[in-house]
């Protein structure tokens, strides 16, 4: 494998991110998975199950054992939905708030490590491009 083999350095980007944020974030306070789930909560506090699955790209029973744990920890909490009792909806809890807070100070100093002198007009760019590349592989998925 080469460094122009587009999966080669989709590969490499990502564990040298996922490392970095790991060793922070995993060093005894949250279990894997968690610190997505917490960041994707943040921004939308009384989703479902689903939409966690959905916005955190894991499947079902994983986001199944995640809550639960996190639910055990303190970290987020389950309301019946008033209007539809079959929906449960997910929500941080003072804790789980304070701890996604966290998440995303760490998220942010990695990402602010990986963008490194690269300048804001490059950098957007990037993010045009890099969007494009994901919706080529959704848009397949779709199709398959």
């Not at 479902?48 to 970290?75: F, H, N, P, W, Y």
């Not at 996604?100 to 990402?111: G, N, P, T």
Request: glycine share 8%; proline share 3%.
């Amino acid at each position: 494998m080469t460094d122009r083999n587009l999966h080669y350095l989709l590969l490499v980007g990502h564990q040298h991110a996922h490392r970095r944020i790991m060793g922070t974030l995993c060093s005894g306070r949250l279990q894997p998975g968690q610190p997505k789930i917490l960041d994707f909560l943040a921004d939308h506090q009384g989703c479902t199950q689903k939409e966690i699955g959905e916005g955190c790209v894991l499947d079902k029973s994983s986001v199944t054992g995640l809550l639960s744990r996190m639910e055990e920890a303190g970290l987020v909490r389950r309301e019946n939905c008033p209007q539809d009792r079959r929906v449960v909806r997910i929500y941080l809890t003072d804790r789980g708030a304070e701890e996604a807070q966290w998440v995303r100070e760490v998220f942010d100093r990695v990402d602010a490590l990986g963008w490194g002198d690269i300048p804001p007009e490059e950098r957007e760019q990037f993010m045009t491009t890099f969007r494009k590349i994901i919706r080529n592989f959704e848009h397949r998925e779709e199709t398959e």
